[in-house]
């Protein structure tokens, strides 16, 4: 019997990771000793900052070893609590919040403890690659609604609403937005929250992990402060990329009881509470001073304006604005059917294998984010990195006719 055959449904219906897959590949040709850019991975390069690198310190040295509280200890719990009225609007009690092992965790949490087999999930696309496998592990059913170019990738309420059936269990969204770098408007989130609030058995999870990657002036809105909707929306958030923390591990949930409640449960019975030295980080990261991270984002916005100035400079790159997160994400259809006399480029996975052959530069394919015509390009790296890839980028395409 083939391991394939052995292996249950549910993880043989799985899509492996795409941005794992690309970096992995990348890997290889760099072990070839080729000069490979590395822009496929969605994590902040600088590193986590000294204060909060102290208080882990301090956690070994004080014995915080053993098992913490399934739903994180009590202070962690406090501090995000606080976080939120500070910085979000939003007032949940400690005994509201999970802690788990990132966001990614904590979606799939939610996910897991909401949804029944065969209930609709409405994801707003493009959308973070795991949000549609997710769906699937838990047995629903993905309903995808595309925000427009035009648009600036964002779905309007009226899409939204008119993907609404008896069926619809959740709605997810992130806000700023990875891949696209959108960030949805307070007047847009109360409209969607409006129609939210006609539907009292449908359930909004809002992803907030970029919120300090935002470049609006008018900051992030968090629909969660909305108060006629607060009990039907799980907000989510963590400290892997606004405190460039992502091998730290820690992300929650903000969420009526019964819903913390049912994550607790869940959680208990597969991983326990999180990493008790990373829960007292966390812990610093979210009381203390927001000032380093205001430092990065300053230099993810100085990126977005170079690396979106140089695409727009490659013919046929149509190139939107993000307003926050890092990543640049071009349609880069207009090459589709074009060949360098040996390839032929038909959609965006062959464009970004292509283009790490040729320019040595991992991208991620859209296809994955569910925007087949557009490729993803992190804007974490140091300057002059983003300059020769978005160099190579263009010597390459100039090859394809
Ligand atoms: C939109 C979005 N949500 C959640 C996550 C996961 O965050 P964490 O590292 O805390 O699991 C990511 C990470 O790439 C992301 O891009």
């Known amino acids: ?10 993880i043989n219906a799985l899509e492996e990771s795409a941005t794992l897959g690309m970096t992995k590949k990348a890997r290889e040709l760099a072990a070839q000793g080729h000069k490979v850019i590395s822009l496929s991975v969605g994590e902040p390069d600088f590193k986590t900052p000294k204060h909060i690198c102290d208080a882990a310190k301090k956690a070994i040295d004080d014995g915080f070893h053993g098992y913490s509280p399934v739903a994180g ?14 910085d979000n609007n ?20 939610v996910i897991s403890t909401l949804v029944n087999p065969g209930e609709e999930v ?17 047995e629903g059913t993905s309903v995808i609604i595309d ?5 600036n990738f964002k779905v309007t309420p009226e899409q939204f609403e008119a993907a609404i059936t008896p069926k619809t269990k959740l709605v997810m969204f992130a806000s700023p937005n990875n891949p696209t770098g959108s960030v949805y408007t307070e007047a847009e989130l109360r409209a969607i929250g409006a129609i939210v609030a006609k539907h009292p058995n449908i359930f909004v999870m809002a992803d907030e992990i970029y919120e300090y990657i935002n470049f609006t ?18 907000t989510v958030n963590g400290v892997a990329k606004g405190h460039a923390m992502t091998g730290w591990r820690i992300g929650f949930i903000a969420a009526a009881k019964w819903i913390a409640d049912g994550v607790e449960k869940l959680q208990g019975q597969v991983t326990s509470g999180t990493n008790s030295i990373a829960q007292k980080a966390a812990t610093v990261a979210f ?13 993810y916005l100085r990126r977005r304006d170079l690396v979106v100035g140089l695409l727009r400079e490659i013919e046929g790159f149509k190139v939107n604005m993000p307003d926050g997160a890092f990543y640049a994400f071009p349609d880069v259809s207009y090459y589709f059917g074009k060949s360098d006399g040996t390839t032929t480029i038909k959609d965006s996975d062959d464009f970004s294998m292509w283009i790490l052959a040729d320019a040595f530069v991992a991208t991620v394919a859209g296809t994955s984010f569910g925007a087949p015509n557009c490729v993803r390009i992190s804007t974490a790296a140091a300057d002059e990195q ?16």
Request: glycine share 4%.
């Open 1 to 10: 019997m083939s391991s394939i055959v052995s292996l249950a449904d549910r």
């Open 73 to 86: 200890y009590p202070d962690l719990r406090k501090a995000i609590a606080d976080k939120l009225k500070r």
């Open 90 to 109: 939003i007032e949940w009690n400690p005994e509201n919040i999970v802690v788990s092992t990132g966001a990614k965790h904590s979606l799939a949490n």
């Open 122 to 138: 409405i994801i707003f696309a493009p959308y973070w690659v795991s949000y549609s496998e997710m769906v699937k592990l838990a």
């Open 147 to 151: 925000g427009a170019f035009d648009n």
């Open 217 to 234: 002036d008018a900051g992030h809105f968090s629909i969660g402060s909305i108060p006629e909707i607060k009990d039907q929306v799980i």
């Open 287 to 299: 009381n203390g001073t927001l000032e380093e991270a205001y430092k990065m984002k300053e230099a």
């Open 386 to 401: 983003l300059i020769e890839a978005c160099e190579r980028i263009k010597t390459s395409v100039a090859k394809l006719k």
